[in-house]
Each structure stands twice: as C-alpha cells, then as structure tokens.
C-alpha cells in the first residue's frame, strides 16, 4: 500500500518533472548550503587544527609593543622598544617550565643561487629554533652553539626553497646568496605546506641570529622570542612568569603597561576553532531559513496539486477511499518531493564542499551524521508543509469534489 | 436481514440546501423501496431530485431529515469513513462523465477499488482483468482513458463499478454522452449483469427507451415520487 503510494506520487513528480524541480528549488539550495557549509565549516575546523599543532603548541611568543586592545599594537603614544638579547638572557637565566627559548627575527628576502632567485621568509634565530617550534631536519644538522654566537654564514633551508634552486637533489654544502650576503646550506627542513591562510611554510631560510642581524636587517633587534613549555606547565601559568621576568629585564614601573606582547598559540587555536564554529552556525541558520522557503514553496505546489485533482480526489472518495488514504496519499507526494529536492541538494552541496576543499586546500569532510540529518530534515519539511494541503484535499466533500471542473 | 427486506428504503427522506428564503428542498419526503436484484430506471425533469437522490442511495450524501436504510443499516446516519467503507463493498458507481483517472490505464482505473480494499497486487490484477473481459474490454487493459472510445471508457468505469462484486450499482445518466448505437451496447451490458450476477441497479435516464431496459420507473417530479410503475416486458 505505501510502496503503492510512494510510486503513484513519483508518476505525479514525473507528470510535472518542471514544476516539480522549481518547487524543489528551495529545499534544495537549503540542503545544499547546509550541508556545504557544514562540510566545508568541519574541513577549515580540521585545518586551523592541524596548522596551530604546526606552529607548535603550547607555545608563547613574545613580540616588542603594548599587547593589543584600544589604542591597537605599540600605540600611537610611545615608540616601540624592541626585545633586545639582554631580554632573552633573562627569561633563559630565570624561567622555568620552558623546554625551550629562541629569539626570532624575520624578514622577506631576496634569495639567489646561480640563475635563479626567489623571495623568502629569512628568520635570524638560534638553535633552540627547531625544539621550540617543532620542526624537523630531514638532513644535515642544526646550527652550532659557536656558529649561533660567532654569526658564522650558515643556513637551514625549507622544501620550497630546496626545490626552486636544486629540484630534488641534495643543496647540502652549496652557498646561496641572501640579499647581499652568502651562506652555507648546512640543512634541509621537514616540509610542513601551507597555513590556513594560505602562507607557504616551506618558503623559507633559517640562520643564525647574529650573522641576520649583521648582514640582513642591520640592527641588534629580536622581532620574536618563542617560548615553548615543557609537558608539565601550562602556557596559561607559563605566560605570567614571562612577564613578570620580561617587566623586569626591561625596567617597566609597575604604574606602566607592559611594553610587549605575549601570545598564546593555544589560545589563538581555541579563538580560530571557535570563531569557525560561529561562522558555520550562522550560515546554517541562514540555509535554514532557505529550508523554510523552501518549506512553504512545497505548502503552495501542494495545495496547486489538491487543487488541481479535485476531481480524481472526488473519485477516489467515491469508489470507497477513507479521508487516511487521500491524507497519505498526499503526504507521500510531498514527503517524496521534498525528500528528492533533500537528495539532489545533499549531493550539491557535497560537490561545492569538494571543489571548495580543493580551492582553499582543506581536508574534503562529510560527515555521515550531517548527511543523514538532512535527509531526515527535508523528509519532514515535506510532512509538516504537505500536511495542510493533504489535510484539505482528505476533507472534500466527494460530491462536489466529483462535480468540480 | 431479514429475508425479503427492500435493499434501499427511503422514509419520508428530505433533502434541503440553503437557507430561509433562498431554501431549496431537492427532496421532499420521499417514500421509495427497493429490492435486491431490481433494476429500476429513476426519470423526471431536471432539478427534480434524481441526482440527489441516487447520491443518498450510493451513501455518498445524507438526507437533512427522514431515514435512509441501506442492507438495513441506517446509512444517513453513518460518519463518512463508515459511509466509504460501504461504498467500497457494496455499492458501484457509474457517472455520465466516465469519471476515469487521466493518464491511469484501463487496468489501473479498475484495480482502485481494490486498493483501497487492501487486495495484494496479483490478485489486483486477476480480478481487474476479468472485469474487463466480462464488460468486452480484453486487450485495451493498458490504454488510457484518451486513447479510448467513450462507449469504451463507460465500459472501463462498468468494470471498475462491477470489480468489488458489489450489491449495487448506481448509474446517474449513463449513457448521457453515449450515441444510439453505443447506447444500446451499454444497456445490453447493464441488463446482462442484471441478469446474470443479480446485480441490484439504480440508473437515472432521461429517455423513455433507455429506461425500457429496467423493470421499473420511478418518476421524481419536484422532489417527489410522482409515479412508480413496472415496466411492460417489451423491451
Ligand atoms: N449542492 C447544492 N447546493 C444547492 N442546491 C443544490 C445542490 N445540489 C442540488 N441542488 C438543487 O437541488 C435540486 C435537485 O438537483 P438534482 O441535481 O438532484 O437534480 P436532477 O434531477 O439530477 O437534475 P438533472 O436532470 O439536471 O441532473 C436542484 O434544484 C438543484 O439546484
Ligand atoms: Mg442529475
């Protein structure tokens, strides 16, 4: 009886394959948003956490410049004091619960070797660098505590760069030119892709902080010092000791703001997580709406279609139909409709989700339950808006319904 | 039911739309009686009742005031589920209009019934199939109502009418839209099944020879039974 049903609303569907698929329209873009949306929304979710696990957890880095708020980075009152060397002498002779200390100095730079040239992301740092910010070496060897000191032209470089200058051979022992000066590439990175934002990890140069301060920015500034916390200490209790430890290297009086900030890359994961979690929830609301229109564009063809097939109603209640059967009937037709407007939009919305996966180079990341969910949802979209409808085409009165034109 | 109980009795049965001034009584206290296996031709200029009063015959309406009993049972008083359920066993319908579903084959139209009775869909289909064969329908099953003769379709409606094996058959101008000659099939048809599977028939008519067909004429007049007579066997 109900496959009969189900069959006898497909014909129907069929009988107006236009119509059909306009009424369909709503429920469809619904869907296919929400479920775009939620698939791409998990997929950047997915991403940011994957990247901030990159730039190393339970991470602080402290940079020169009030910490932001009203008045913004550095303010427009003071000049910026940089972090200085007797800055990170101090959090390395007092701080505890780190497992390392680095300062880091950046800077985008031309790189040549022979013909080619390619511009980098050049970082002046120690080697503490690589603990701290947990990368790897696929070969060679870090800097030595003598050549950090000394200066002495050496270089670690990431994959990007390694491809660009010597394809996949070995750039090991090779000189390139960094700006104006020369160095030895002693060591090839662990290649790490692309941020969130679409910023090239790999893309980079790593040499001691004193020959990059010398020979490349031409001052004695530290941009960064990154603090990694050992396993035991939470950035959270890690974070006041820094600036109680940076406060005092830098002679801040207590009635003054703290010349520096200190960033918690944990808590920045937690913003960015949270912050695509609103995101994803405000477009499913509005796809939720379009599911509404959408609701409401199956109440009207419906109630066309009750309409229409007055007289066939009228027949139907004549030869012996109770009002259940004209009610399921119609309920079934619109069940079906709005089921197959959930379908066509559920696969929509995963073919935007994938091509969108591959456009901002985020894990493809359908979720079963979200998929399910919108089948059920536009199933009963279909029920509560075609209820109305079917209720008044069940209720006619089988006389005029069978003198109706 | 007791034996020899009219099928169909109508008691002082009135039928009343509107009201006030604009009061139409369609029927006026109606008096009638009829047997199993009667075929009876109902006549009467038009707006005299006719069509209301097979409606009531058919359960599908009730009457405003009066009783009318069906098998005994007292059908004017019966809710609407109850009234289809004893229109799907008991009662076939067979309207000027055909009234056969567009774009629904010939076997389909006459399976309808049967659904709503719950029949599994083979033996649908057997007992549709007989239905036709025995209104002379054998090999039209799977063409749609368009692609068929009006004399064609008012037999497909025949066997949709006949398919339940019902008591009664409720005709309001069946040959209406029919010419003579088809006419005279149809009629040819009705009698047999009359005749052979004792098919109780109520049929409204607008012409004398058509009416001949029956055994009786009741004749409304104004929402009144003006007369009500055995036919002659000459027909
Ligand atoms: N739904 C209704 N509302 C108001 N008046 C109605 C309704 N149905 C029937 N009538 C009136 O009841 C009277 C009887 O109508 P009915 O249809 O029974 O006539 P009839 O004998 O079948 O006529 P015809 O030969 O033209 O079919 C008519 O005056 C008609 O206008
Ligand atoms: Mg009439």
Same mark, same amino acid.
């Given at each position: ?13 069929? @009988? ?17 948003? +929400? ?27 402290? @940079? ?16 910026? @004091? ?16 780190? @497992? ?8 985008? +730079?031309?790189?040549? =070797? ?23 070496? +696929? ?13 002495? $032209? ?10 660009? /200058? =010597? ?30 934002? $679409? ?60 010349? /520096? ?68 009937? /119609? ?32 894990? /493809?990341?359908?979720?079963?339950? +979200? ?16 209820? =109305? ?17 | ?53 097979? %409606? ?24 609407? %589920? ?5 229109? *799907? ?9 055909? %009234?056969? !579903? ?6 389909? *139209? ?66 209406? %839209?029919?010419? &003579? ?11 047999? !099944? *009359? ?21 009786? &004429? ?18």
């Amino acid at each position: 009886m109900i496959w009969e049903t189900v069959r006898l609303s497909l014909r129907s569907i069929r @009988r107006n394959v236009l119509r059909s698929f306009l009424t369909l329209l709503g429920i469809v873009i619904g869907v296919a948003a +929400v479920i775009a949306m939620l698939t791409i929304g998990s997929g950047t979710t997915e991403k940011v956490k994957a990247d901030i696990s990159k730039l190393g957890s339970n991470l602080l880095v402290v @940079r020169s410049g009030r910490p932001a708020g009203p008045g913004g980075p550095g303010g427009l009152d003071q000049v910026v @004091r940089p972090l200085a060397e007797k800055d990170l002498a101090a959090l390395v002779a007092h701080l505890t619960g780190a @497992r390392a200390i680095s300062p880091a100095s950046q800077k985008q +730079v031309r790189v040549i =070797f022979g013909t080619e040239s390619l511009t980098s992301g050049v970082t002046g740092t120690d080697s503490a660098y690589l603990d701290a910010r947990d990368w790897k070496l +696929v070969s060679g060897r870090p800097f030595s505590d003598s050549e950090t000191r000394s200066g002495t $032209g050496v270089c670690l470089i990431g994959e990007t760069v390694r491809q660009q /200058f =010597f394809g996949t051979g070995d750039p090991e022992g090779e000189i390139i030119r960094v700006n104006r000066t020369s160095c030895k590439i002693i060591g090839l990175l662990e290649p790490k892709g692309y941020t969130g934002f $679409g910023q090239d990890q790999d893309n980079v140069v790593l040499m001691p902080l004193h020959a990059y301060q010398r020979r490349i920015a031409g001052n004695r500034d530290i941009d960064n010092i990154y603090i990694a916390a050992d396993d035991r200490t939470p950035t959270s209790e890690l974070q006041p000791r820094v600036e109680d430890i940076l406060r005092d290297a830098r002679r801040v009086t207590p009635d003054r703001e703290s010349d /520096f900030a200190i960033r918690d890359m944990t808590q920045i994961a937690d913003a960015m997580a949270s912050a695509t979690t609103t995101m994803t929830g405000m477009l499913g609301a509005v796809a939720g709406v379009s599911l509404l229109v959408g609701g409401i564009g199956i109440m009207n063809i419906m109630l066309v279609s009750v309409t229409e097939r007055t007289r066939e109603i009228g027949i139907r209640l004549a030869i012996g139909a109770h009002e259940k059967h004209i009610l399921i009937q /119609f309920l079934v037709e619109a069940t079906v409709l709005s089921l197959l407007g959930g379908i066509i939009g559920i696969l929509i919305g995963l073919a935007l989700a994938g091509l969108a996966s591959v456009a901002l180079t985020i894990p /493809f990341a359908p979720s079963p339950a +979200v998929i399910l969910l919108a089948v059920g949802f536009s199933a009963l979209i279909g029920m509560v808006f075609g209820f =109305f409808p079917a209720l008044r085409g069940a209720r006619l009165d089988p006389i005029e319904a069978l003198r109706h034109e | 039911m007791a034996a020899g109980a009219p099928l169909i009795t109508f008691d002082k049965v009135w039928k009343s739309y509107g009201q006030g001034e604009a009061k139409v009584h369609a029927l006026a206290g109606v008096d009638l009686a009829i047997q199993r296996g009667e075929f009876v031709a109902i006549m009467g200029p038009s707006g005299s009742g006719k069509s209301t009063a097979m %409606n009531i015959i058919g359960c599908l309406d009730t009457p405003t005031a009066g009783t009318y009993s069906f098998m005994g049972i007292d059908a004017g008083r019966l809710d609407r %589920n109850r009234r289809a359920m004893l229109r *799907n066993l008991y009662v076939g319908f067979v309207f000027q209009g055909y %009234n056969l !579903l567009a774009r629904t084959t010939a076997a389909e *139209n006459v399976e309808l019934p049967l659904i709503y009775r719950g029949v599994a869909a083979r033996e649908r289909r057997d007992l549709a199939m007989q239905a036709l064969s025995q209104v002379g329908l054998v090999g039209r099953e799977h063409h749609s109502p368009a692609e068929l003769s009006g004399g064609q379709q008012q037999r497909v409606a025949i066997a949709r009418a006949i398919v339940t094996r019902p008591t009664l058959l409720v005709a309001d101008e069946p040959t209406g %839209n029919l010419d &003579t000659a088809r006419t005279h099939e149809i009629m040819e048809l009705l009698t047999q !099944l *009359n005749t052979e599977l004792g098919l109780t028939i109520a049929m409204v008519t607008h012409e004398a020879d058509v009416a001949g067909y029956a055994e009786r &004429t009741i004749r409304f007049l104004d929402g009144h039974v003006a007369s009500d007579s055995k036919n002659l066997e000459v027909a």
